[in-house]
């Protein structure tokens, strides 16, 4: 009997948290079900649910409201969100039922398939997003999130969404396409509008033409206002020519365990991108990534801390097979931008990275065939290179350039740039090279040189090959296996794919070791 008592007071208790969980929320739960619905229903049930993307639009989300899609659905349109949840009645648009994620396609000649403006407390998630078209249009996107003249857009999450076959513009100029455009301007009669805890986990972009997930925000230090708290976190990018994941206007934004491969090459001749890299942005920290695979005519690196950007932190990463190389630092120097603009690229740090047959480029480029591992363009300062692999495979044919190091003119040199403890691997039969030309105040401590380099800069605590690292690696070894211990994998994308991060503590031992070997 007490037993019975106990279990009626637990299932009693548990129904009770339930309907204060419901009438704590204060919401409501409006329904669309493409199969079965009707917009002449109420939509605030199951059996009540609207038909159609076009009954939604008079609808005004509130605080405490969900928009529920009905799973194994295509709903053809555009999905347009605005509403304002707080911090403990957020507005949710999700999925309900059984089956495959609900997709919404866009019409032929839209140029998104969602969008939220102008929001506060909003999640988007487990959704299923295509916006095709006919043709190519520059600025086609998935999904927009944009704050336009509205002051401080809060807590926006994008989670688990299946973006792909957006067919956007290849070039750049022409305002390029993506899978997810985050957008906030304004001007002189405007609110100054930014994001604030703006993140983006879980998610799969495929087929997205240029762009995997870009910024379109102001750059101008003449009127910096930075977006803040800025996640972007265990997204799979495959098959997007152009840049993956670059954050523009912000401060602090955190980029990591995201997974960019198998690149095609799309890109018309000229057109420049890399794999993830901040632009106009302070303290951004990219860290235990992996981008493979990456084929831009130029650049085409894995990463890249770019113009105008303070503080940049680049660590715990895995490069490879990037045409390009691993890793591009640069600023567009004098007779360039104005100086009132632009600051520079300054106090960048890579560190703890591992770059395997990076800079295998073998068709020409601005220059001729250029891929060197790292390239340091323009006036960069105080920027700290250490502990990093840089593992060189054999070329893959006799014009590929594959310097170790190249630092080069953009309106000037780079100054103060330090590289330390650092592995510098290249088969002891096809030499590579430093190429530091102008740069100035460059200094080199106690790196490893493990095979032949022409122009080897003066290193007074220079290291000879390691036996440990040989061990390891072996000799003219293009993918070292022995290196696979400093890896760890980590799911992304919610569960579509395996990714491997640099183990944080592991590769510290590493470098422990090498010093002892």
Known sequence: MKIKNVL??????????????????????????????SDVNSGMSVQQAWKSLDRIKGVKLKAGDSLLFRRGCQF?????????????????VDAYGYGA???????????????????????????????????????????????????????????ALDIHDVN??????EGGGSGILIQNRWDNDSLISVFDSLTIENCVIRRCER??????????????????????????????????????????ALVEYNLMRNCPALLPDGEAAA?????????????????????????GQGFDSDFNCMNTTIRYNYSHDNEGGFILICNAGEGETDPADNIGNQGSVVCYNVSIGDAVRQRKTRVGIFSPTIHIAGPCKRTLV????????????????????TSDSWGGYADSTTFRDNVFYAPALQPSAFNLTKSTNNLFEGNYYLGTFIGKPADAHGREPSTYYIALAGEN????????FLFEEVTVGDGAAVMRAVKREVINDFFNKMESN
Not at 135 to 159: D, H
Not at 285 to 296: G, M, P, T
């Open 168 to 173: 956007g513009s290849l070039v750049k100029k």
């Open 76 to 92: 053809i349109g555009m999905l347009d969100i605005s509403g304002q949840g707080t911090s403990v009645q957020r507005i949710v």
């Open 211 to 252: 762009n995997a997930i870009i910024w379109s925000a102001p750059w101008s230090r003449k009127n910096w206002h930075l977006s803040s708290h800025t996640v972007v976190r265990k997204n799979l990018i495959e098959e997007v020519p152009g840049d993956g994941i670059v954050p523009i206007g912000c401060d602090g």
């Open 275 to 299: 794999g993830i890299w901040p632009w106009s942005c302070d303290n951004t920290v990219i860290q235990f990534n992996e981008v493979s695979d990456h084929k831009a005519p130029w650049d």
């Open 477 to 484: 070894t293009g993918s070292p296996l022995g290196l696979s």
């Open 101 to 159: 994620k609900p997709c919404i396609t866009a019409p032929d000649s839209a140029l998104y398939a969602v969008c939220i403006h102008n929001s506060d407390y909003i999640t988007l998630q487990n959704l299923e997003i295509v916006n095709t078209g006919s043709e190519r249009l520059p600025r086609r996107t998935g999904v927009k999130v944009a704050c336009e003249n509205y002051g401080t857009s809060r807590n926006i999450v994008l989670n």
């Open 386 to 405: 250490e502990r990093n692999i840089l593992h060189i495979g054999m070329k893959p044919s006799a014009e590929v350039d594959r310097k170790i190091v």
């Open 8 to 37: 009626f007071t637990i299932i009693a208790g548990s129904c009770l948290f339930s309907c204060q969980l419901q009438s704590g929320n204060r919401g409501i739960n409006y329904y669309v079900d493409a199969q079965n619905g």
